[in-house]
């Protein structure tokens, strides 16, 4: 990694600063300001506030491998996307009744999060800028994932905004987005928490609070998912 020390002191911090990277949106009257759950939510609170734009949420779930659940082995987002980690799992075989319960699990977790936390309708996704934030990217997974669900959407505009993300995986996800704003692009990011001088866990009661806050009269509902494939590789 490039640098050690963090950057900032929490994800608020981290949003208020990327906000001024966006400042071209503020009060963008169809913007919205969507946050992965469920760190991302917190940098995408302040992004919100500080532009003057409504806040959503949007699901992604990482599949894990079993017996190391910290690594990502591949990741599920609404509209039937789903990727795997191909070349990583070529060398720790898993095999394919094992990947369809994984994606079963976090595909009940993802369900749950839409409904708790108020994803909107992907038709009122359609024909407007959306500026996807997470609270750091170092795999790539879920954010890929979350970018190609997001893409099915139809957006005049699709950004992708985070304080800190690996250089290689920010080449990856380049040409999935029109534009990719991040504070620092860094070699080797391992843990996205040393950028930060305070990186605790939200809980669901947490992100609901700053949903509930941000939201700007967005339709929601469970969005419709349809049965899932192979819809990206990494």
């Known amino acids: 990694m490039s640098r050690i020390a963090p950057l900032w002191r929490d994800r608020r911090e981290a949003g208020r600063q990327l906000a001024r990277l966006l400042a071209a949106w503020r009060g963008h009257p169809q913007a919205l300001v969507i946050g992965l759950p469920r760190g991302g939510v917190a940098v995408a609170a302040e992004v919100a506030e500080q532009l003057h734009l409504p806040l959503a949420s949007w699901a992604v779930r990482k599949l894990a491998h079993p017996a190391a659940p910290e690594v990502a082995v591949g990741a599920i987002a609404p509209g039937g996307v789903l990727i795997w980690d191909e070349p990583y799992l070529r060398q720790v075989h898993l095999d394919p009744l094992l990947r369809r319960q994984l994606v079963a699990q976090q595909d009940d977790e993802l369900r749950r999060r839409q409904r708790l936390f108020g994803d909107p309708l992907v038709s009122s996704l359609r024909g407007r800028p959306l500026l996807v934030v997470d609270d750091g990217v170092a795999t790539g997974l879920t954010v890929r994932a979350a970018l190609q669900s997001l893409r099915q959407a139809t957006p005049s505009h699709l950004v992708l905004a985070v304080p800190v993300i ?69």
């Open 166 to 234: 690996d250089q290689l995986v920010a080449a990856r996800l380049r040409p999935l987005v029109d534009d990719l704003v991040a504070l620092a692009e860094v070699d080797g990011l391992m843990a996205v928490g040393a950028w930060y001088e305070r990186f605790e866990q939200l809980d669901d009661a947490q992100v609901k609070v700053l949903m509930d806050a941000g939201k700007r009269d967005q339709p929601s509902s469970e969005a419709a998912i349809p049965p899932r494939g192979t819809a990206g590789q990494l």
